[in-house]
């Protein structure tokens, strides 16, 4: 781990911006430092993987939480809304991660080659940490190699990505992250109404439409929906909407009226109160202090 922390460690060095969010020229796989403990950062996130390498974050998810530090994965294999927090970094000892998004295709393709065991229930939770395994570390290490050769990047990486994809697959993550890769299976189908949800969060969505596009009934689709998201339709779009507002107010410095408009609420008092229960503070006092946090 030692290798792959110095790996992480010189390219998030090189890359780096104020953002805690590195990208990389590698497509779906992000560095993470921060040099200093982080607030609660609530997030929808899709399918991803994250090794830690140096520090220490907890992932909530419900009623559940997952502390994981250097020397181990968490895995978010369904699109769930999910609250962290950096609790172990200092300029001293940065956090840093390596965060890969999973890609379904890849996962569909290879779960078809290996000769793998039997994929779980869907009620199995979506989100997990474990130990890092050796190959899982040393495919990452050498997909942060590649950004040192950019002329062989666009030759390698996708074979690269493949058999990073394999090692999960392989490892202790592998029998939640197949079922990604199951076309009509139950996580692929809520994840196309989630697909739906990402895109028109703003407009009002009969349950009916997003079971449609699930293909399941009504019942069976709210059932799913809240086994996999651990939240109803209703409720994943209202953390949508309230995510999204207070980040048009942090970013874009709309007010809390105009943000509440503009991610479909009718009603500002509604909003006031639903942003408060969420966020734990009022919009204005939400976003004041942000700022003071920033300045600071």
Known sequence: MKELLDAVRRHAETLVQDEVIIPTAIPGMNLARSLYTSDLIHAVAQPHVVIVVQGAKTVTMGAQTFAFSAGETLLVAADVPTTSQI???SPAAPYYSLVLQLDAAIVAELSAEI??????????SPVRVDTTEREVADAALRLLRLLDRPAAAPVLQAQLLREMHYWLLAG??????????LPDGHVQRIARA?????ADYARALPVERLAAV???SPSSFHQHFRTVTSLSPLQFQKQLRLIEARRLMLARGLSSSHAAFEVGYESVPQFTREYGRFFGLSPARDVKAAKERLAA
């Not at 000769?115 to 199995?124: H, I, K, P, Q, R």
């Not at 202790?172 to 890769?181: D, P, S």
């Open 87 to 89: 609790v172990r970094a």
């Open 115 to 124: 000769d793998a065991v039997a994929v779980g229930s869907t009620a199995e």
């Open 172 to 181: 202790h993550h592998g029998n939640a992250i197949r079922l990604l890769g």
């Open 194 to 198: 989630v697909a739906v949800l990402r």
């Open 214 to 216: 699930a293909g399941m």
